[in-house]
């Protein structure tokens, strides 16, 4: 009970101080310009943080549907890019198409790299395309820059390809749109550098001549420019060995594009049965 009795006085005492303040709020905003200027800012004041405290809450409290909001925004952006690339590479196809136009007997199938090396000797690559989109071994990957790989396994959606940048191939290259033909391979070095071989010294060649794929083979195409010649060696003082610089740069390397041979086995027949007859 004494407990009691001690906390009434006290609260009396609170509310007297409470009337009493408020009352000399009123007397002061009553007397004065300045003071009601201050008072109604304290107000302002007030009333703005009770808002923006509201406000902090109920946007708190809806993060989770903007979040969601925004994940289905950035999910059909996504899709929308996703078509996009995926018909800027069939144009990309169409075009080397129209570009190659008069050798009916190759077709173009555009194909993403999902997984690719290049950072040791036999590099390779895996490209979303296979035998369910009409892809075969031995089909060539190209770039508008060049030459890209072999294809060396294919399984029903994907398809293993062997890289330019690899001893184990070797294309047949032209110099020049009408010049010598030789072997072209990489360097073993650099993800730009490649290596003609076999020019006869009567040919004559400069730096910087463009090197094309000659069309003596099952796999490419003729007329894909592939590089430009760099300084060149004697071997056996009978042929020249040059340095190309292609075009395509494998660090960049993304999309490419599948050329088929449609007569390729017709050839590969043709060869067998003269090698058989030899």
Request: glycine residues 10%.
């Amino acid at each position: 009970m004494a407990k009691e009795r001690s906390i009434v006085p006290v609260i009396f005492i609170l509310a007297v101080f409470i009337i009493l303040e408020v009352a000399s709020l009123c007397l002061v905003s009553s007397n004065g310009s300045l003071q009601k200027i201050w008072i109604a800012r304290q107000g302002h004041r007030f009333q703005a943080k009770v808002w923006g405290g509201t406000q902090g809450i109920m946007q708190y409290f809806s993060l989770k549907k903007q979040n969601q909001a925004l994940a289905e925004e950035n999910y059909q952006l996504t899709m929308a890019l996703g078509d996009r690339m995926a018909e800027l590479r069939d144009i990309g196809a169409d075009s080397l198409a129209a570009k190659l136009g008069s050798h009916a007997d190759f077709r173009y199938i555009s194909a993403t790299i999902v997984k690719v090396s290049r950072n040791r000797q036999h590099n390779y690559l895996i490209i979303d395309k296979g035998s369910e989109d009409g892809i075969h071994l031995q089909d060539g990957l190209v770039t508008p820059s060049g030459i890209v790989g072999i294809v060396d396994a294919v399984d029903k959606h994907y398809s293993y390809a062997i890289s330019f940048m690899n001893p184990e191939i070797s294309i047949s290259a032209r110099l020049g749109t009408d010049g010598a033909v030789g072997p072209l391979s990489w360097d073993g070095k650099s993800r730009s550098g490649g290596v003609l071989k076999e020019i006869p010294l009567q040919f004559k060649f400069q730096p910087g001549d463009t090197v094309y794929t000659s069309g003596y083979s099952a796999i490419f195409p003729p007329d894909i420019p592939i590089g430009t010649t760099g300084d060149a060696r004697v071997v056996n003082g009978a042929t020249n060995e040059i340095k190309v610089n292609l075009f395509q740069d494998f660090s960049t390397l993304k999309y490419v594009i599948v050329v088929e041979n449609i007569g390729r086995e017709e050839i590969m027949s043709l060869e067998s049965v003269a090698f058989g007859e030899g």
